[in-house]
């Protein structure tokens, strides 16, 4: 695994690509960039070919021992590792400890063990079994075993600085088992940065964790809904200065995308990918601007014709002698405000990760009953290109099974295409109209009447 930076935005932002994962080092993945959430190695709600469906997914691919750990003597008589088991091809495959896209209860982890829970309950792990799964699963690269139960506001300092101890004593078990392993030869072994809320052990955390042999760094409990968006990126920040600058750094928990540009602006290369689930299943499509066209008419949200791209089949259009993604978002800023939804992004409670938040419409609202527009105009996804909002509406009404399939296609090239902008606005030193456009300002969430 290498990362080459091409470059670094106002000191913190990276841009460039990771190259060389996986074991025969054929794949790579550009930064900032997100991974493939799954469970169990299928992105909810859509099989293999309807997945594929999507131009531009990532090369890794994110599965949670938290799925798998109950399934570890099914996997150790098949022998041939998670990826074969699960029919993944053609991908690099991370193993994660917990699933971000399901909270977990807190007060398990002890000195020798931390828990994981799956479908039936909770599974306790010492570095012996952790160690047992990782062999079993083969992994391309995966994260470390580590203490995470300190993102709670108003844990003790006592009590991260035992987390901090105990995830740098869980890493050196853990390399010293992975260094012996023949079964691990050629896997990657990412570190946790621990440390909670406090700015000293999230920086001894850090500074700590870069001395050992790790290939990169996992930033663990500065989730949404642990604590507000300044103090995550001031502790970010300090923690990025320990690390070493050609190794990424993968930051759990996060997803909004205000949330994602903040946190590339601190120095985060990689995210999990659980936002456009999350959406999905509280029956909301997301629906943000984050066009960077240099066009005026385009950035104010004029509606252009548009034409289909011949090889990935999204749409695109010609502009300024370029050929650049069109993103144009078309919910009715006055709808919005009739129905209560729209607010300050962040203005919802964000431990509560259940509530919808302002980049996404709600499809189960009854206006959207007769309304015959696509979730958002230009998407070139193949819900948005066949399908309609009030058909969305009724399939969620109905509970037919198809509106998650539909709505998780849309969510994902959404998303997707987010991160393909984001990388766009630093290659090109345009962050702050992409901020302004994902944040709703200047026409970036609103829509014309037509």
């Not at 063990?113 to 995966?142: C, H, N």
């Not at 962040?346 to 996404?360: I, Y």
Request: glycine share 10%.
């Amino acid at each position: 695994m290498k990362l080459e930076l091409s470059r670094v935005v106002q000191g913190r932002g990276r841009l460039g690509v990771l190259k060389e994962l996986g074991k025969t080092g054929q794949h790579s993945l550009e930064v900032p960039g997100c991974l493939l959430h799954t469970h169990l190695g299928a992105v909810p709600h859509l099989t293999r070919d309807t997945l594929h469906t999507l131009s531009n997914l990532p090369s890794v691919t994110q599965v949670t021992l938290s799925n798998i750990a109950e399934h570890q003597e099914v996997l150790e008589e098949f022998k041939d590792g998670f990826r074969r088991f699960a029919g993944l091809h053609n991908t690099v495959l991370y193993c994660s400890l917990h699933d971000p896209a399901t909270p977990c209860p807190t007060g398990y982890n002890t000195t020798k063990t931390v828990s994981v829970w799956g479908s039936g309950g909770r599974i306790e792990l010492t570095v012996a079994k952790f160690m047992a799964l990782q062999k079993t699963v083969q992994p391309d690269w995966y994260q470390s075993m580590a203490d995470g139960e300190t993102w709670q506001s108003g844990t003790s300092r006592k009590r991260v600085r035992k987390s901090v101890d105990r995830t740098l004593a869980h890493l050196d078990e853990c390399l010293l088992v992975h260094q012996n392993s023949q079964e691990l030869e050629g896997v990657e072994v990412f570190g946790v940065v621990e440390g909670g809320d406090i700015l000293e052990e999230r920086v001894r955390s850090g500074r700590e964790t870069a001395k050992r042999p790790v290939a990169g760094f996992c930033l663990d409990g500065l989730q949404t809904g642990s604590m507000d968006q300044a103090l995550r990126t001031q502790l970010i920040t300090a923690v990025t200065k320990e690390l070493p600058e050609d190794k990424p750094r993968l930051l759990q928990g996060v997803g909004r995308p205000d949330e994602v540009l903040a946190c590339v602006e601190a120095g985060v290369d990689l995210f999990e990918s659980f936002f456009p689930f999350q959406a999905t299943e509280r029956g909301c499509a997301l629906c943000f601007g984050f066009d960077v066209s240099s066009d005026p008419e385009l950035a104010a949200g004029v509606k252009f014709g548009t034409r289909q791209h011949p090889v990935s089949g999204g749409v695109r259009r010609l502009c300024a002698g370029s050929l650049v993604e069109f993103s144009g978002v078309v919910e009715l800023a006055e709808e919005k405000t009739a129905s209560g939804e729209t607010r300050q992004n962040g203005d919802s409670n964000p431990a509560d990760q259940s509530r919808m938040t302002s980049f996404e419409i709600d499809l189960k609202d009854k206006r959207h009953r007769d309304d015959f527009r696509p979730l958002v105009e230009g998407c070139g996804c193949y819900c948005c290109v066949n399908h309609q909002r009030a058909y969305l509406h009724h399939l969620l009404v109905t509970n037919e099974l198809l509106a998650g399939v539909l709505l998780m296609i849309h969510n994902t090239a959404h998303y997707h295409a987010f991160f393909r902008a984001l990388r766009e606005a630093l290659a090109n030193d345009k962050l702050d109209v992409l901020k302004r456009r994902v944040l709703g300002e200047g026409g970036g969430q609103t829509e014309r009447n037509e």
